[in-house]
C-alpha cells in the first residue's frame, strides 16, 4: 500500500531499538505515528527525538503493556475518533538466553505473554477496526530468523518466535480468503544492534547459577551483535519498502536464508540435529 500524510501508525516496543527506528521512520514519511511501550521514560526520549525536526504530522507516545488485552483494545478504541490505524507493528519483544529447563515458570510466561498474547492482542484489536473501515491498510508482525531456526540458550524465545511465524502466515491466509484490503509483513531479521539482551523478567535475581549461565549468554550474544549486528534504521527502512511493495516475507539479513533451505532439506534426510557454531554466526561480510 502507499504509505502518505493522514495515515497513523501505531508501533508496539517503540522506544528502543527496531521499534524506536520504526516509529523514527514512519515519522520521516509524513505519517501520524503512535509510540507504544512500557518504558516511559524511553518513550519520553522518542517524542523529543520525533518533535525536535518540526513535522506537521502528530507523533504521539503512549505508555502501553502488549500483555494486557484491555489496555490494547482502550486504546485502538480511543484512536476511532481519529481515522483509526492504517499501520500495525506489532513489535514489542523480550529475551533470555538459557537451556530450556532453566526458565522458571514466571519467566516462560513472561517470553509468550509479551512476544505471543502481545502480538495476538493487538491483532485482535486493531484487525476488526482495518477491516470494517475497508481502506487499505497493514499489520507488521515483527517474527526473528529464530522464528524459522533453532539455537542453543534460546529454546523459549524460539518458540515464541515459531509461534509467531505460524499465526502470521494464518493471518495472512484468512485475510486472502476475505478479500479484505489488509496486507501482511513477516520481519524476520538476524542479529541487530538494539538492547534486547539487557531484558530481565523481574523474577530473574541474576544471583543463581543458571542466572550466571544465562548472563554468560547474553555477553557472547551482546558482544557477536555489536560485531556483526545491523542498524535498527536499517531494518525500518526495510519494513516501509515491504509495505509499500506489499510485500509479506521481509528478511533483512538476505544472506541468512539459505540456512532456511538447508535446514529444510537436513529434515527432509531425517539428519540429526547437530548444531554449528561457526555457520550459525556467519555474518554477511564472511
Ligand atoms: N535485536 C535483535 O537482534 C532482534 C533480532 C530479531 C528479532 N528481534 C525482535 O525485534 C523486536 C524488537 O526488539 P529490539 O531488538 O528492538 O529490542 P529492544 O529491547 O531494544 O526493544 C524492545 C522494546 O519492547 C519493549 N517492551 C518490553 N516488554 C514490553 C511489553 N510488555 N509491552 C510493551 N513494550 C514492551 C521494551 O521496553 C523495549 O523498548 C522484538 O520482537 C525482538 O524479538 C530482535
Not at 480511543?78 to 523480550?94: E, K, P, R
Not at 484487525?127 to 470494517?132: E, K
Request: aromatic share 6%; net charge negative.
Amino acid at each position: 500500500m502507499q504509505l502518505e500524510p493522514g495515515q497513523t501508525a501505531l508501533v508496539t516496543g517503540a522506544a528502543n531499538g527496531i521499534g524506536r527506528a520504526l516509529a523514527l521512520a514512519f515519522r520521516a514519511a509524513g505519517l501520524h505515528v503512535v509510540g507504544t511501550d512500557v518504558n516511559a521514560a524511553a518513550l519520553q526520549a522518542l517524542a523529543a527525538a520525533a518533535l525536535a525536526d518540526g513535522g506537521a504530522a502528530r507523533f504521539t507516545v503512549q505508555t502501553l503493556d502488549v500483555r494486557d488485552a484491555a489496555a490494547v483494545e482502550a486504546l485502538a478504541a480511543s484512536l476511532d475518533a481519529n481515522g483509526g490505524v492504517q499501520v500495525l507493528c506489532n513489535n514489542a519483544g523480550v529475551l533470555v538466553p538459557r537451556s530450556v529447563w532453566e526458565h522458571s515458570d514466571a519467566e516462560w510466561r513472561w517470553l509468550f505473554d509479551v512476544n505471543v498474547h502481545g502480538v495476538m492482542n493487538g491483532l485482535r484489536a486493531f484487525v476488526p477496526r482495518m477491516l470494517a473501515s475497508g481502506e487499505p491498510a497493514h499489520v507488521v508482525n515483527t517474527c526473528s530468523m529464530g522464528g524459522f531456526l533453532a539455537s542453543p540458550m534460546l529454546g523459549a524465545y524460539g518458540a515464541t518466535k515459531f509461534a509467531v511465524r505460524a499465526l502470521t502466515e494464518s493471518l495472512q491466509y484468512d485475510l486472502q480468503a476475505r478479500g479484505a484490503k489488509v496486507g501482511v509483513s513477516l520481519l524476520a531479521p538476524g542479529a541487530v544492534k538494539t538492547a534486547i539482551f539487557d531484558a530481565r523478567h523481574a523474577g530473574n535475581s541474576g544471583a543463581d547459577a543458571d542466572d550466571r549461565a544465562s548472563e554468560g549468554a547474553r555477553e557472547m550474544m551482546r558482544q557477536g551483535t555489536a560485531a556483526a549486528g545491523m542498524e535498527p534504521a536499517a531494518i525500518a527502512a526495510e519494513v516501509l519498502l515491504a509495505i509499500r511493495e506489499g510485500r509479506y516475507w521481509v528478511f533483512p539479513h538476505a544472506y541468512m536464508v539459505p540456512a532456511i533451505v538447508e535446514n529444510a532439506g537436513s529434515i527432509v534426510a531425517r539428519q540429526e540435529p547437530a548444531f554449528d557454531f561457526a555457520k550459525a554466526w556467519k555474518t554477511g561480510q564472511d
